[in-house]
T-cell receptor, first 111, second 114 residues
Framework: EDKVVQSPLSLVVHEGDTVTLNCSYE??????LLWYKQEKKAPTFLFML????IEKKSGRLSSILDKKELFSILNITATQTGDSAVYLC???????????FGAGTRLAVHP | NAGVMQNPRHLVRRRGQEARLRCSPM?????VYWYRQLPEEGLKFMVY????????ESGMPKERFSAEFPKEGPSILRIQQVVRGDSAAYFC????????????FGQGTRLTVV
């Protein structure tokens, strides 16, 4: 059965800290791995990764995929209170955009 | 270009009633996905539709749940004879269907069964 596992499930840090969120997966017909940020509403798209070893960056966020070891990490540097959210990892498998989601990592950034 | 539009945002139904959730995909998107999110859990795939076709409904319960995406109008997720366990957030996502493109999510409909 396809599965996506995220760790840790929750994380509490202070502003300015750097955090690393983990996502491992076991799926057939892997197509892509996506990261979303969810703040009590719609998941908002962060990154889509399809190739190993190529880091994607957007401001203080970055992510990389390892297709050999079947995992991805999401890094957030110099965290701010606005980064507090649930971060969802999803894997696209099969011939279309069906996504298999992990349970999410709940990040709380305190002032 | 408006995003994925879902309505209603909140829906309260008594046990045994029917719930209808609507999703209008982004302009130019012909692929719609429905996901359910139970409290404190990740999103679970329910069904994937293209215009007038159900492509994959492997995540949808066999009874009481149905989905459609007509040629004209929004996609509808219908839940008949709702039970308390149906209380959840239901998210719709759309994509243009091109390989390598991401899906964009609507704001969701929060269904509460009382």
């Amino acid at each position: 059965e396809d599965k996506v596992v995220q760790s840790p499930l929750s994380l509490v840090v202070h502003e300015g800290d750097t955090v690393t969120l983990n996502c491992s997966y076991e799926v057939t017909n892997f197509r892509s791995l996506l990261w979303y940020k969810q703040e009590k509403k719609a998941p908002t798209f962060l990154f889509m990764l399809t190739s190993s070893g190529i880091e994607k960056k957007s401001g203080r966020l970055s992510s990389i995929l390892d297709k050999k070891e079947l995992f991805s990490i999401l890094n957030i540097t110099a965290t701010q209170t606005g980064d507090s959210a649930v971060y969802l990892c999803a894997v696209g498998a099969g011939g279309y955009n069906k996504l298999i989601f992990g349970a999410g990592t709940r990040l709380a950034v305190h002032p | 270009n408006a995003g994925v539009m879902q309505n209603p945002r909140h829906l309260v139904r008594r046990r045994g009633q029917e719930a209808r959730l609507r999703c209008s995909p982004m302009k130019g998107h012909s692929h719609v996905y429905w996901y359910r999110q139970l409290p404190e859990e990740g999103l679970k795939f329910m069904v994937y539709l293209q215009k007038e076709n159900i492509i994959d409904e492997s995540g949808m319960p066999k009874e009481r749940f149905s989905a459609e995406f007509p040629k004209e109008g929004p996609s509808i997720l219908r839940i008949q004879q709702v039970v308390r366990g149906d209380s959840a957030a239901y998210f719709c996502a759309s994509s243009p269907g091109l390989e390598g493109t991401e899906a964009f999510f609507g704001q969701g409909t929060r269904l509460t069964v009382v």
